[in-house]
Nanobody, 121 residues
Framework: QVQVAESGGGLVQPGESLRLSCGAS????????MGWYRQAPGKQRELVAT???????RYADSVKGRFTVSRHNAENTVDLEMNSLKSEDTAPYFC???????????????WGQGTQVTVSS
């Protein structure tokens, strides 16, 4: 079983920055991809940024050049540095973890509870 905990959301003005952090803990062999998704009201949950264990990153087109995802494998943590924030970035942000666990070393997906990011003047 894996526990996922996020932190770092808040209220900022357009153009400002925020940093989100997420940590995975519990019993598992390793973590594959980690990353962040968001779900604005009335919309489907969408990928923001992910990073593989080897450091390969993937970003939504809407955040490329503004957001940076990074991870620390030894600590099982992933961060999202968000710069030049826009009102359309407003949403709860969910940490996403793919953990290898169990008798058969299967991959299981875990989600955090979400942390709210609000960009407003």
């Amino acid at each position: 079983q894996v526990q996922v905990a996020e932190s770092g959301g808040g209220l900022v003005q357009p153009g400002e920055s925020l940093r989100l952090s997420c940590g995975a803990s519990g019993t598992f062999f390793s973590i594959n991809d980690m990353g962040w998704y968001r779900q604005a009201p009335g919309k489907q949950r969408e990928l923001v940024a992910t990073i593989s264990r080897r450091g390969t990153t993937r970003y939504a087109d809407s955040v490329k050049g503004r957001f940076t995802v990074s991870r620390h494998n030894a600590e099982n943590t992933v961060d999202l540095e968000m710069n030049s924030l826009k009102s359309e970035d407003t949403a709860p942000y969910f940490c996403h973890v793919r953990a290898i666990e169990g008798m058969w070393a299967q991959e299981t997906v875990y989600w955090g509870q979400g942390t709210q990011v609000t960009v407003s003047s």
